[in-house]
Each structure stands twice: as C-alpha cells, then as structure tokens.
C-alpha cells in the first residue's frame, strides 16, 4: 500500500498533478513539496522503507538522476505535457543570451560566465561539458530562482533555464540559441517497491 503521494506545490504542475492522481487510488495521503525537492523526498522515504510515489517535471528528476546516479528511483508513468502557450509545447530547458547574437558570436577560449537555474545544475553541466570539449570555456554560476535577469545585471554572459511562455525572456532581451530539455511530467517512485510501469 502508497504511505503517501507526494504533490508538487508548483502553480505551473497543479494541472498535471490532477491528471496524474485521476490514475491513482483515491483517499491516500497526500503531501505537497515543491516539484524540485519531491525526487530527494522519495528516496529519503524509500531509504526507512516509507513506500512513496512522487509527482514532478521529468527536467527535475533527470537532473536528480545525474546527482545521484545509484538513487534507486524509477519513472512510473510519463504524462505528455501539451500547452499551446508553451513556446515549444512543454517546459524547455535552454541556453539563453543576448538577443541579435549566438553562441558562434561569443570566441572559443574567453571565458565566458553561464548563470545556471540551481534546479537543473547537472543537466546545464552535462551540456556544457559537451561545449567545453569544443572549446568553449564557461565559469558557472549558480542562480537561485529567475536568471533571466542576471545577463542584463552583467553577472552573467549567458544563461541556462526552462522556458515556458518565452515572455519574461523576451523582456529580459534575450534570445533561445539552443534547446537542451524538453520535459513532459512525470510519476517517479523507488525500484524498491516498484518496477518501472507499475504504480499499484
């Protein structure tokens, strides 16, 4: 039996929350966490044998994934995420800079300074790496919170978050030069109590 569903807080998965628990049994305890903490929470119960399941963005559970490759954790279920006020339908996690330039603008070799969203430090490590090694040379910067506002600020050249409307994007001045995520939501739990695909 579930001890309890963990639900994220966030406003922006509140939709996706109830299109996943219409699935699950009803009358189950269920706890709110904001989205990034519940993949931590459900190892955390999983590790004093609490059987949990979890509800969150797939961005934030791979980028748990990469943090803790040896968590135990597996998707459950994947619910395609499908908003038409999306810039690219979903929740996109993407490399960020000024507008009228490109990655190409900015020289190979200067260092160049990446605000990353604090939520997605491993998935924004793992591109960049790929960058570096042809390169490229990046001091990150760890931003809580918006970072869009940080290249206007000067703290940062450029910048890696999700995306969703595009709007405060575009008010920051920026431009996307590059898709690195695209994150449908997601039901994670422990291999511990589940297989992957089986959430009863």
């Not at 739990?189 to 009863?200: H, V």
Request: proline fraction near 3%; include cysteine; glycine fraction near 8%.
């Amino acid at each position: 039996m579930i001890a309890f569903i963990l639900a994220p807080a966030n406003k922006s998965l509140k939709a996706y929350s109830r299109i996943a628990l219409e699935g699950l049994p009803a009358g189950l305890d269920i706890l709110e966490f904001r989205g990034e903490d519940i993949p931590l929470a459900i190892y955390s119960l999983a590790s004093m044998n609490k059987k949990a399941i979890g509800l969150t963005g797939e961005d934030i559970f791979r980028d748990f994934l990469l943090k803790k490759r040896k968590s135990g954790l597996v998707m459950l279920k994947k619910i395609k995420w499908e908003d038409q006020q999306a810039l690219f339908g979903k929740p996109t996690l993407c490399l960020l800079g000024p507008k009228d330039n490109s990655l190409s603008g900015f020289p190979k070799g200067r260092e160049l300074r990446v605000g990353v969203s604090a939520k997605y430090k491993e998935l924004a490590k793992k591109y960049l790496n790929q960058l570096e090694s042809n390169g490229y040379v990046f001091r990150k910067i760890s931003i809580q919170g918006c970072c869009e506002t940080a290249v206007k600020a000067g703290l940062a050249d450029l910048v890696i978050d999700v995306v969703y409307t595009g709007e405060s994007m575009m008010q920051a001045g920026l431009d996307v030069y590059d898709r690195i995520f695209s994150s449908d939501f997601v039901i994670i739990g422990s291999e511990k109590f589940w297989r992957r695909n089986d959430k009863n």
